[in-house]
């Protein structure tokens, strides 16, 4: 760990203007990101005596390595420009918010000519209304039956879509009057985009207007005789009614509001929000923090982190007009601003005191007591966990320090067709799925002989470290200008930033940066690929396997990256050149780590595999060749009888195909030759290139 006085930037040097700061560990990653009204006096804080700081502050600045800036105009561009380096970065020292479920959501996308309402998960898409979170996936299909009586919007799959308009049938919800059928013209497109339209804006809260609005229709049909339109009238009117009643009122005058409690100890913090829309509870989320982030020190700084979080993504009609908190955020003036640029609307961040919103704050206070309680018990996550199984693979391997950052690779092949590699990370006894990566094992392609598992195991290695080794070497040369590191190269921190960022944009992350950090790419400003070498490398197999991994390290160089291979059948730990293997307990948290690692490999690389396999089994070697379309593909093929005359044939014999002039003779018959490259895998890592 580096002594936090060797990076210490002269207190002269840094600006007192509002901005953010980053520090990094001495490999260039970004550790922390933080923001301060004055970067003077916050970054100043860090460097006071070091056994007077909090134990996670201690803990943050002794593994960092450099410390740097960007200044800004205001503090709310401050308060942007942390939150989207939080989401670039995801430094390890800023509070991680872990949802107890992945909530599902009623989402109608209206980016489609036809828009479809489902259940959606994940990500939030563009052009795409979202409606809760829900705590159950069954209540949102509920309650869409019953709103299609009323609002017969198409849910159905673009290939139900695409099926049913070239058979000029709809599916059963068209017969059953539960969707207007666009797909065979019973409606418009504009009539169908308006009853989207209004399932919407009932969804949204407006539900009085059409409650009333289906009433009059109802009584209108009555008066002159029409009984049967008015009993399906009666009958949406009870579904509306059905469906309203699901979410009580809670709040009165059709308040929209979202209400936040916290409930914690010294370890972790449960959070929990109600989103009231409406003056109705419209859906529900949950979160549970570990108490070890610099972020979480004090309240008021975690609902800072929370707010930014659950808004940071938001559109405009996710953020309501008033957040209610049990404690004001460290910066409260700030967030209220960004949350109504945000809503393009007046938004009031405040702590209820009394009445109804109190009441209902207590409420959700109570679900975060449980929410805490139930978390504590099942310890799913759990630190504790995590750190005795990093100890536990420390001291059985004789390791010099925990193998905070693990890499597992895994071959798949059937008959040494298809070969494929996969390569999965762990960081802190967690998977890094963003650093995953896959490969495509070459072989020796001249003699075209089939690779085994150790060839195939032993080609992914050499490629994953030379081009780590060529990273570095390239990151020597050129270290770092702008940041002071742990050995004291370069200058001090924040010079260059603070000298070009004073007008610099928070939109900008890179703006007035200085010269890039070891690790990171200079045109994006993100870590490279394979730029971090791991502590542990673990192989799928026995000592043959591991033996033939260590070789490749050996031939390179690398003598600070430990490496085992896991057994299947007894789950043995072998370490090269060793007769006998390590032995873990079958209840070591070591060994499920290990386990974990292995079987997440395993499914990464199976399932790239079936993939290839599948397109291999589906695509011909005319694909992909420009100017090559399905008509032209026809008369060759009719012509020639096969691809393999096809790859005999001159290029003045397939100008005599008709519909194949010259140029499009000379680019078939170069590609059918090999002479172009496959553009899908970078052929100097093996890597498949999105």
């Known amino acids: 760990m580096a002594d936090p006085s060797s990076y210490r930037p002269r207190p002269g040097e840094i600006p007192v203007d509002p901005g953010v700061y980053r520090f990094r560990d001495k490999e260039g990653r970004v550790i922390y990101v933080g923001k301060a009204k004055s970067l003077r006096s916050r970054l100043s804080s860090y460097f ?7 134990p996670r502050t201690r803990r943050m600045v002794t ?14 561009e401050a308060l942007q420009l942390e939150y989207s380096w939080i989401k670039e970065f995801d430094p390890r020292f800023n509070v991680k918010y872990r949802d107890d479920k992945s909530y599902p959501y009623l989402a109608v996308t209206m980016g489609e000519e036809f828009p479809r309402a489902q259940v959606m998960r994940g990500a939030k898409r ?72 209004e399932f919407c804006e009932f969804m949204a809260g407006s539900t009085t207007r059409f409650v009333r609005r289906v009433e009059r229709e109802m009584q209108a049909a009555s008066s002159a005789l029409e009984f049967e339109r008015a009993a399906v009238l009666r009958d949406n009117l009870g579904a509306m009614t059905k469906a309203l009643e699901k979410s009580a009122v809670v709040l009165g005058d059709a308040t929209d509001a979202d209400v936040f409690a916290v409930s914690d100890d010294e370890l972790e913090a449960a959070v929990q929000v109600f989103h009231v829309r409406g003056g109705r509870i419209r859906g529900q989320r949950g979160w549970v923090v570990e108490r070890e982030s610099e972020d979480v020190a ?8 929370l707010l930014q979080q659950v808004y940071g993504g938001e559109s405009s009609e996710g953020v309501p007009r008033e957040v209610l908190v049990p404690v004001l955020p460290e910066d409260a003036e700030a967030v209220e601003q960004w949350l109504t640029e945000l809503r393009q609307a007046r938004v009031e961040v405040r702590v209820p005191q009394r009445g109804d919103k109190r009441q209902l704050m207590e409420t959700v206070r109570r679900n975060a007591d449980q929410a805490l309680a139930r978390h ?23 390791l010099d320090e925990a193998p905070l950052r693990i890499e597992c690779y895994d071959v798949s092949h059937v008959q040494g067709t298809n070969v494929v590699a996969s390569m999965v990370v762990f960081e802190d006894g967690l998977p890094r799925k963003g650093e995953y990566r896959r490969f495509i094992v070459r072989g020796d392609e001249t003699s075209g002989a089939t690779v085994d598992d150790t060839a195939a195991m032993r080609e992914v290695l050499m490629r994953r470290f030379r081009r780590h080794l060529a990273q570095a070497e390239a990151q020597g040369e050129t270290l770092t200008e702008g940041s002071t590191t742990a050995e004291g190269e370069g200058e001090v921190a924040g010079e260059v930033a603070a000298g070009g960022t004073a007008a610099g944009s928070a939109g900008d992350p890179g703006a007035g940066l200085p010269d890039t950090p070891a690790g990171i790419d200079p045109e994006t400003g993100k870590p490279r690929r394979f730029a971090y070498a791991p502590q542990l490398v673990v192989v799928d197999g026995g000592l043959p396997q591991v033996n033939a991994a260590q070789r490749v390290l050996d031939e390179l160089g690398i003598d600070d990256v430990a490496l085992v291979g896991l057994a299947k059948r007894l789950e043995e730990v072998w370490v090269p050149h060793q007769d006998f293997p390590v032995i873990l307990p079958r209840s070591s948290e070591g060994l499920y780590l ?24 589906t695509t011909s070697a005319l694909d992909g060749i420009p100017g090559l379309g399905e008509a032209r593909k026809k008369a060759l093929l009719r012509s020639f009888g096969s691809v393999k005359r096809l790859r005999g044939a001159t290029a003045e014999e397939l100008q005599e195909v008709q519909g194949i002039g010259p140029a499009l003779a000379q680019v078939v018959h170069a590609r059918l030759a090999g002479e172009q490259a496959e553009p899908a895998v970078n052929l100097t890592t093996g890597e498949v290139l999105e």
């Open 48 to 54: 006071q005596d070091i056994g007077a700081l909090h």
């Open 63 to 76: 593994t960092g390595a450099s410390v740097e800036w960007t200044v800004v105009k205001t503090e709310v």
């Open 126 to 197: 563009k052009g795409t209304r979202y409606f809760g979170p829900y705590g159950h996936a069954w209540a949102i299909r509920e309650t869409l039956d019953l709103l299609l009586k009323v609002f017969p919007v198409r849910t159905c799959s673009s290939g139900v879509f695409k099926r049913a308009a070239q058979v000029g049938r709809p599916c059963l919800l068209g017969y059953i009057d539960k969707c207007s059928a666009p797909c065979v013209g019973r409606v418009s497109p504009q009539e169908h985009r308006e009853i989207a339209d």
């Open 298 to 305: 004090s309240l008021p700084l975690l609902m800072e982190r």
């Open 376 to 398: 504590k018990v099942t310890r799913a996550g759990d630190l504790t966990a995590r750190s005795q199984a990093l100890q536990e693979l420390q001291d059985a391997l004789e």
């Open 594 to 617: 290990l386990q974990r690692l292995r079987d997440e490999a395993h499914r990464f690389a199976i399932t790239f595999h079936r993939q290839r396999r599948s397109k291999a089994m």
